[in-house]
Structures are given as structure tokens and as C-alpha cells.
């Protein structure tokens, strides 16, 4: 799966046959088509392992803290910090597409949801976050507000970003 992801960002999404793929893993052409069809399969496949990797990076950094808005602030920065290293890695617009409008992806997004709702529900209930609109709404307005990261110069940035979106959330 590495090996393709590299190849892709090296040559481009339609340019990469299985073959290019079975010679650079040394796997035979067979053998790779045994597990998937074709390229998309197998960038599917990546970007799945990658998404679980990162949901499950969200959750620890949660279960780190115990105060509620700590935990928040731990997880937004997180995801935004995931972010900014993501579009780090140099993939073409047409692979972000591709990648994100998988079932998966979806499932993923639902999930971040999930983990974001429950964050912000805990820190409402605690006093840290505004109360006066919906969690779903707050969730929304963060995953969009921190999707900001990818463009920022430095980490520093990132947290700069964090600490604004915060802001946004403190209680009237």
C-alpha cells in the first residue's frame, strides 16, 4: 500500500498501473490482483488504515485528560495538527477526492463526529463550552474551522488556530 502511495506521488493518481506496483513491491502481478482489483483498491485500502490510525490517535489523546476541557482542547489540536501533516505528504487534489469520497471516509467523518460531540457535550456540561447551540453544530463548526491547519506555516500556527476556535466555543 506504501508503495503505491509513493508511486502516486511520484508519478501522478492515473499514471500508476498494477504492474508498476507488483515490480516496485516485488510481488507478482497475480498475487496483487489476488487482494485487489486495481490501484484505487489499494489506495482505499491505505487511506483506511490511515483514517483508523488517526481516529485512534483522537480517542488516546482524549483519554489522556481528565478535566473535560482539557480533553477538548486536546483533541482539537490534534485533529488539526493531523491536519497540517497530512496535506504534508504532497497529494494531488484528484487523490484527496478520490480518498474522501469513499464509503470508509464517510464512516470515518461520522466518527470524528461522534468523538468531537461527546468532547463538546462534556466540556457544555461543565461550563467550558457555550450551551446555547447544539453539539453537532459546535462539532461541525470545529471540524470545518480547523480544517484551516492544512495552509499554516508551523505547529505554532496550528495552535494559534486551536486557541481561536476555543474562543469560539467559551460560554456567553
Known amino acids: 500500500m506504501d508503495a503505491t502511495v509513493e508511486l502516486v506521488r511520484e508519478r501522478g493518481l492515473l499514471a500508476v498501473t498494477m504492474s508498476q ?7 507478482g502481478r497475480a498475487t496483487l490482483y489476488k487482494y485487489f482489483p ?7 485500502a491505505w487511506h483506511g488504515r490511515m483514517v483508523a490510525g488517526h481516529l485512534e490517535h483522537l480517542a488516546q489523546a482524549v483519554e489522556r485528560e481528565d478535566d473535560a476541557r482539557l ?25 484527496v477526492m478520490l480518498l474522501h469520497r469513499s464509503e470508509d471516509a464517510g464512516r470515518a467523518q461520522r466518527r470524528l ?8 457535550t462534556a ?3 461543565a461550563g467550558d463550552v457555550r450551551d446555547d447551540v447544539a453539539a453537532d453544530e ?19 500556527a496550528v ?14
Request: one cysteine or more; proline letters at 4%.
Open 71 to 95: 480533553r477538548l482542547e486536546a483533541m482539537l489540536e490534534t485533529y488539526a495538527l493531523m491536519h497540517r501533516r497530512m496535506a504534508r505528504h504532497g497529494f494531488s487534489p484528484d487523490l
Open 21 to 27: 506496483i507488483a515490480e516496485k513491491t516485488g510481488i
Open 113 to 120: 463526529h461522534d468523538l468531537l460531540c461527546d468532547a463538546l
Open 123 to 125: 466540556a457544555a456540561r
Open 138 to 156: 459546535l462539532a461541525a463548526f470545529c471540524a470545518h474551522a480547523l480544517q484551516a491547519a492544512v495552509d499554516l506555516p508551523s505547529e505554532a
Open 159 to 172: 495552535k494559534r488556530l486551536v486557541s481561536l476556535t476555543l474562543a469560539g466555543l467559551r460560554p456567553r
Open 38 to 44: 486495481d490501484v484505487q483498491a489499494i489506495l482505499l
